[in-house]
């Protein structure tokens, strides 16, 4: 597991953007299958993606799906496709049919079996479980990701792709990408910055938390950590 720590939270972000660029390049006739996880981490990212690195991105060779989605509609200041879309994609020239996302707005098990669906037809199987190319995870200071929390660890076994969770502080409902097709995923990429981070890094990292980041982190060999000094830990 590699991790690799930059200056700032806005390096980070250009590390990843790079990494991804680079990524492709390597495989200049393949389509990317990448999966966008939300929260507030990735903005930075998505601003910079679009403002600096747009010439640099082949867009017609990349799908952009979502790790996961809060039962909102995407005019909600919660969703994180609304969020995406807002910052990064609406200025990007990406085809809308190469962008699958997840109906928030819709009836949460129906979505989540309609969304599995949709991700089986587009994406590549292996073991049975769809390949994404990259899987892009944040870490709540909780110790989750995607939007499996913990107590909810049932859902890295979970024999679905996506399935319904539910933010146990707002109650708030999630459709989640679940363990097992994380865990298939060519390139795991953790994106982490901010001090309030710092600790649960660490606990990640050193496998002392037992959460469904932690869990992620140890159980596939294709994981990197880009984070910052910020969330650093010594
Ligand atoms: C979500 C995310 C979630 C996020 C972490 C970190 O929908 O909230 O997918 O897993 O990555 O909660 O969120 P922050 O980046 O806001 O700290």
Redesign the pocket.
């Known amino acids: 597991m590699k991790l690799t720590v930059y200056p700032s939270a806005i390096e980070t972000s250009r590390a990843v953007i790079l990494h991804l660029i680079k990524l492709m390049s390597k495989e200049p006739e393949k389509v990317f299958h990448i999966a966008l996880?939300?929260?507030?981490?990735?903005?930075l990212m998505f601003e910079l993606w679009a403002n600096e690195y747009a010439d640099a991105t082949s867009w017609r060779r990349i799908r952009f799906y979502?790790?996961?989605?809060?039962c909102v509609p995407p005019e909600h200041s919660?969703s994180?496709y609304g969020v995406a879309n807002r910052i990064f994609l609406k200025h990007v020239p990406v085809a809308c049919t190469d962008v699958f996302r997840i109906h928030g707005e819709d009836e949460p098990v129906k979505e989540a079996l309609r969304y599995s669906k949709i991700v089986e037809k587009n994406v590549m199987s292996r073991n049975s479980w769809p390949e994404f190319d990259v899987v892009l995870?944040?870490?709540?200071?909780d110790g989750?990701?995607?939007?499996?929390f913990p107590g909810q660890e049932e859902l890295l076994a979970s024999k679905q792709i996506y399935a319904v969770s539910r933010?146990p502080g707002s109650g708030q409902e999630?459709i989640?990408l679940t363990g097992l097709p994380i865990l298939n995923a060519r390139h795991i990429i953790f994106?982490?910055?901010?001090k309030?981070?710092a600790e649960i890094v660490k606990k990640v990292y050193q496998q002392s938390s037992t959460g469904p980041a932690a869990y992620i982190a140890h159980h596939s060999e294709n994981v990197e950590f880009f984070i910052d000094e910020d969330s650093r830990f010594d």
């Open positions: 996880s939300g929260g507030s981490t990735p903005s979502w790790v996961d989605e809060r919660d994180n995870l944040g870490i709540g200071e989750h990701t995607s939007s499996i933010n999630r989640a994106l982490v910055t901010g309030n981070k």
